[in-house]
């Protein structure tokens, strides 16, 4: 087993084991994000679902209105005028036929990618390359869709596609440390309601179970369930 750091030795000592209001838990966040790179921040959520059954199941997209800190490279596969719809709305990558050979070649320079229903008859050869990245396009993810410059200015301004993964956690970040805490609230709170808002049917009983925030390479902060589904995003904005 590897030995841990001395420096996360130290940042766990920070962290009481206890539940912190929202707030103070993204403080703590800031406080340990002391790696030499700019660390994201992350919420790692434990919801009372068992994917396993299909009404339990959580794929959605959520708009950080604060934006993730990242730079989104779009790509995109259309016909028609739906690219140079594409191309003006400043997507990274656009084509047709062309685009998925080069694909199936091995090109993978872009972090999302949007296909028109129309091709997507085209775009199911690459399935099995682009599931396990999950960078195959989706209606639920917003990622098949005809408003081609919509989704692009979505995804580019902070729009991310998240899924709970088969023991029922969702790991997602949710903007970057050096944001400030105000704005980590933020796009915190945005996330909080957009689970809230696609509660799988099948979910009985308690839905949240835990909240854990932290650093790329910080330690673990537990929040308050009740601390942060009590703010009013009206409030915290």
């Given at each position: 087993m590897k030995k841990e750091s001395r420096r996360m030795q130290d940042l766990r000592k920070k962290v009481e084991v206890r539940a912190y209001q929202p707030l103070d838990a993204l403080n703590l966040l800031k406080e340990t994000a002391t790696a030499k790179f700019p660390e994201s921040a992350e919420a790692h959520i434990r919801l009372g679902i068992d994917p396993k059954y299909a009404d339990q199941q959580l794929r959605t997209t959520v708009v950080l209105p604060k934006g993730t800190g990242q730079t989104v490279r779009v790509a995109v596969i259309a016909r028609g005028e739906k690219v140079n719809e594409a191309s003006n709305a400043g997507a990274?990558?656009?084509?047709?036929?062309?685009?998925?050979?080069?694909?199936?070649?091995?090109?993978?320079?872009?972090?999302?990618?949007?296909?028109?229903?129309?091709?997507?008859?085209?775009?199911?050869?690459?399935?099995?390359?682009?599931?396990?990245?999950?960078?195959?396009?989706?209606?639920?993810?917003?990622?098949?869709?005809?408003?081609?410059?919509?989704?692009?200015?979505?995804?580019?301004?902070?729009?991310?596609?998240?899924?709970?993964?088969?023991?029922?956690?969702?790991?997602?970040?949710?903007?970057?440390?050096?944001?400030?805490?105000?704005?980590?609230?933020?796009?915190?709170?945005?996330?909080?309601?957009?689970?809230?808002?696609?509660?799988?049917?099948?979910?009985?009983?308690?839905?949240?179970?835990?909240?854990?925030?932290?650093a790329?390479?910080?330690?673990?902060?537990?929040?308050?369930?009740?601390?942060?589904?009590?703010l009013k995003l009206s409030e915290v904005a």
């Open positions: 990274d990558l656009v084509g047709s036929e062309e685009l998925i050979d080069e694909i199936l070649k091995g090109r993978m320079d872009f972090d999302k990618l949007i296909a028109t229903p129309d091709v997507m008859p085209m775009v199911a050869k690459l399935g099995k390359l682009l599931g396990p990245r999950g960078l195959m396009p989706s209606p639920k993810g917003g990622t098949v869709t005809s408003d081609v410059a919509g989704a692009i200015a979505e995804f580019k301004a902070g729009k991310l596609e998240f899924r709970a993964d088969r023991t029922g956690i969702v790991h997602i970040l949710f903007g970057k440390a050096s944001f400030s805490t105000q704005d980590l609230l933020v796009n915190l709170k945005a996330l909080q309601e957009t689970i809230d808002r696609n509660r799988p049917s099948g979910a009985k009983g308690r839905y949240w179970r835990t909240v854990y925030v932290s790329t390479m910080g330690p673990s902060i537990e929040v308050d369930v009740s601390g942060l589904r009590d």
